[in-house]
Each structure stands twice: as structure tokens, then as C-alpha cells.
């Protein structure tokens, strides 16, 4: 596979040597790394000298443990860019790095990765308040690698990112086996590694069967109290389960839009997987489209997780919502951008076009309202 170009790539290079503290954060095995090395790569091009430590690696990683400025300096010598992969390993990471930035301010750039928020964003959360820009890196974006405006292709390809997903390395498995073995690994080694090394969950068996639970049933509304009584275990801790799964980069929270609390669903959030792929893997389905009853529900997952990899990657701002009322009339998405409302519905069979809920064009009439079918997804991912 021809190598991909990230869209954070030039934006990433553009805030070096500010006098902030880069990070790219993101689910495991998805190219932060690839990303660091090619954005260290035009640097190095440029006669910079890099300092790499891999936190995978236990003596890099106790050489930023709990160390004074007077040692870590020595670390950073005359380098111009420090490198710490896989820093959420280091458990006085902010401390570490407030130290650095504080004493080397523009004049030298301090770059890190960790695959999850809770031990690394978490961690540096107060220490490098002002301090830090943090970039997001995802599975790829069908934008990404349908960077032109082949739409016989994108919608060839649609089935195909469907059941497989878009993680780097399961995109460049060549056969169905060899990606089926791709997501399977990942979904098994790597999809909690974060959350066990800490031991934030005592109970693995129990956080995946949660997650099987979350899977099957994906653009669905979730009740924490329903799911506690399926798994069994109380509704705080599935709330703080999901909590966990969502700051490692495995699962993603949709609220509600509401503006009127007698009619409109407020409570209840919908669960989505930032990759359908594991999301499969996770039921181990990977039947073709045509022969699964959750098509659409694939479908309508792949388009938020979509949307939601471009509003963060243009720093938009935009606000996702799905809408529904207690009668049960709903929209998938809406998206809030100031006093903008757009709407979106998603279709995957074809059959007659559907219009805007009459509930939602009556309390929200200054609302777009646009139909998403296969032939248009492109347009809407882009």
C-alpha cells in the first residue's frame, strides 16, 4: 500500500518550536508513531538533531521518572526536539515535561504520543495547563485514502470498510484472513492494554462482555441500568467502564440534542465504536453486507465515527448530537456550530426517500436537513 498522508501532518510541523509541549494521543496501532518519525524526518532534513526515548523501554522510561531538571536537561544535551513515545507509561510524565518546557521554553520542542487520555491527558491535565497543544490521531479517514474524487472507487470500496474498518494495518493486510487475524489481534491484545496495565478494571471478563454487549447493539440508545443487570454489575461501574473505553480510544459517547425537556430524550447517550472493524471483531462477524441484518447500523456507525475524525482533524468546533422524542420520531445526527442546525439522516437500503421529522422541522425551523445514502457518502466524509 502506498503510503498515506496523515491530515494532521502539516498542521502538526506548523506549531513546532512555539514554546508548547505537542501531543498526538490516540487508540493504539493507528500511526502515531509512523506520524512522529516523518514529521522528526523533515526536521532532521532541515539539520535538527533529535533526541528519541521509548517508554516501552524500561530504561528510557525510568530516565523520566521522577527526575530533576539538572538530569534531565543532560538528557536533552544539545538536542533541538526531545521525543517520548508511549508516554503515559512514565508515571510523573507532567511533571517531566512541565520541567522541560518551563526551562527550554521555543528554543527547543518537546514531542510525545500515548495511545489513551486517561494516563496521559489526565496526567499532564493541570501541570501543562497553557503549556501543551494536544493532536488526535484516529484509524484512517476515508478521506485520507480516497484523497481524490474517484467516487466509482470510494463506493466500491464501502462494503469493504464496512466489515474491515480502517485500522492502518488491518488496510494494508492483503486477504480477508490476514485482516480477519489483524482485527482479532487487536481487539484481543491490544483494544485494553492501557486499561489492564493500570488496573483500572479488575475484571477483564467483565469489560468484555460489556463491550460484546455495547456492540451488538450500536446506534441504539444505552441504558446503564439496563446493561448493569445484563453483565452483571451495577450501573456505576458500567458508567465508569464505558468511561475507560472511551478514554483508550475504543468507544465514543453521542448526547442528545434537546432544547425542550417535556418532549425530547435528554438522558440516555448512543455508544459508537471509533472503528467498525473492531467493532466486528468484537462479535467475530465478518460476513459480507448482504448476507447481515446490522448493515445499517454498520453504516450509520461508520458515518459518525466519519464526521466526527473530520471535525476534529479541521478543529471545527462543531457539536454532535443524535435527536429523538419520547413518541419515538428521531434524527441520526445533528451537528451544532453557533446558531447553525444541520441535520442528517443516514440510508443505507434504498427505498423511498424519507423527509425530516415533523416534530423536528417544527421546533427546529431554521434547520437543515440533508438524506446520506451510499452513492452521497463520500461528499459527507470529506
Known sequence: MDIVSRHILDTVKEHFFQGKVLMIVGPRQVGKTTLSGTVLSHFEALGKHVVRLNCDNPTDRDALTDRDLSYLTEIVGAADILFIDEAQKVTTIGQTLKLLVDHFGDTKQLLVTGSSSFNLLDQTHEALTGRKRVFYLYP????????????????????????????????????????????????????????????????????????????????????????????????????????????????????????????????????????????????????????????????????????????????????????????????????EAGDTIRAFEFKWSAGRKSAPSRAFTRAYPHASFEIVTQQGYLSFVR
Open 140 to 335: 484512517f479517514a476515508v478521506s485520507e485514502l480516497q484523497h481524490n474524487n474517484d467516487l466509482l472507487t470510494a463506493q466500491k470500496a464501502l462494503p469493504h470498510y464496512l466489515v474491515y474498518g480502517l485500522y492502518p494495518e488491518v488496510v494494508s493486510a492483503l486477504g480477508f484472513d490476514a485482516k480477519q487475524d489483524c482485527l482479532m489481534e487487536l481487539s484481543t491484545s491490544q483494544l485494553y492494554k492501557d486499561i489492564l496495565e493500570l488496573q483500572a478494571v479488575k475484571d477483564s471478563h467483565t469489560l468484555r462482555t460489556l463491550l460484546k454487549a455495547l456492540a451488538l447493539q450500536i446506534g441504539s440508545e444505552v441504558s446503564y441500568t439496563e446493561l448493569g443487570t445484563l453483565v452483571g454489575i451495577d450501573k456505576n461501574t458500567v458508567e465508569r467502564y464505558i468511561d475507560l473505553l472511551e478514554k483508550s480510544f475504543v468507544v465514543f459517547r453521542l448526547p442528545p440534542y434537546f432544547t425542550n425537556k417535556r418532549t425530547e430524550i435528554k438522558r440516555h447517550n448512543k455508544i459508537f465504536f471509533y472503528d467498525v472493524g473492531i467493532r466486528n471483531a468484537i462479535i467475530n462477524s465478518f460476513n459480507p453486507l448482504d448476507t447481515r441484518n446490522d448493515a445499517g447500523a454498520l453504516f450509520e456507525n461508520f458515518l459518525i465515527a466519519e464526521r466526527m475524525k473530520k471535525h476534529t482533524y479541521s478543529r471545527s468546533g462543531v457539536h454532535m448530537h443524535f435527536w429523538r422524542t419520547y413518541e419515538q420520531q428521531e434524527v441520526d445526527l445533528v451537528e
